[in-house]
């Protein structure tokens, strides 16, 4: 058995400083409890991996595999919209090295991948981040198998874990902002931060099979498409001084929101008096030209008094057929 990492608390300290309504001190410690199971509102087309069973890693980490199969990393290059995307682009071989990658340790670790050129159904597979030079598998343990030669990698935990992520998601290309660049120019990584913090929940799990569970990462990687993760991102306060009556809006995400071009984020402000009648409206947007800089704010003023403001986000994206509400929430204004 492996042994245990570090207390999951500290483990879950991400790159986002989570605040909840009016919650201006927030610890990151306790991001943990905050992670949930990814249920995302928005479905990638295929929905999992084609041919799961029969990869080469799923014999003996069935439910990692299984966490990894749903996830836009897995269906990198099988998903509809990348592939409809693909056929509007001129040179469409510049964005392979990203949706199916050699692994990432046979070349310069943070620089753009190489192109793989087989089993390009499985998108970012798990060669893609585990698999050194020497053809070992990687793993924040190091803990030794029959079925392949395991080496211990710093790579495999916070934050030089952060160097994987920064191959592809510091790469501006087609619709993809490359939002790491703000990641690491905002100097997170310095205080500990990490991309995985935020994008992979620790989980109590067995890491392969007749092993015993242990606390490690979910490979059912937290995005935007979830609404409750995307709700995360977002502090909100409600402000009234010599200013004016406005609702805060902070980015808390480790990274501009939003980080593609197509998704864009609606806030409606909706001020109320003491029955509960709307006295005024305000509504701002969130795209890629009025983004929101990472740890920026965003303020929604009004003009007229109440005594609260019901806050509803809206998130739409390439995939969705529609917005999705991923916030709805009254915060108190008198």
Known sequence: MPPRPTDPRLLAAGCCVLLGSGLSGFRQQDTASLLKTPAPAVQIQPSTVPELEGMACYSCHVEVSKEWASTAHGLAWVDAAYQR????????????????????????????????????????????????????????????????????????????????????????????IGIAKDFVSAGFEARGLSC???????????????????????????????????????????VNDGKGRRVVIKNQAGHRVPGLIG????????????????????ETTIDERTYLPVEGTREIPFKKAGTSVRLRGLHSEPRSSGAVTFLDEQLPAS
């Open 196 to 238: 995985v913090g935020c994008h992979m929940a620790p989980v109590e799990r067995a890491w392969a099979q007749d092993a015993a569970p242990h606390l490690g990462r979910s490979h059912a990687l937290q995005t935007p498409r979830d609404p409750a993760f995307l709700r995360l991102a977002f502090g909100l306060e409600w």
């Open 85 to 176: 995307e693909l056929a509007s682009k001129k040179r469409p071989e510049l964005c392979h090295g990203c949706h199916v990658p050699e692994p990432l340790f046979l070349g310069d670790l943070g620089g753009r991948p190489e192109t793989r050129a087989e089993r390009r159904e499985h998108g970012v597979d798990c060669e893609s981040c585990h698999k050194d030079e020497s053809g070992a598998m990687l793993g924040p343990h190091g803990t030794r198998v029959d079925a392949h030669p395991s080496k211990l990698s710093p790579h495999m935990s916070a934050p030089g874990s952060n160097a994987l992520c920064i191959s592809c998601h510091g790469t501006n290309i087609g619709p993809v």
């Open 263 to 282: 998704r864009q984020i609606k806030l409606q402000a909706e001020l109320l008096d003491a029955s509960g009648a709307v006295v005024e409206q305000v």
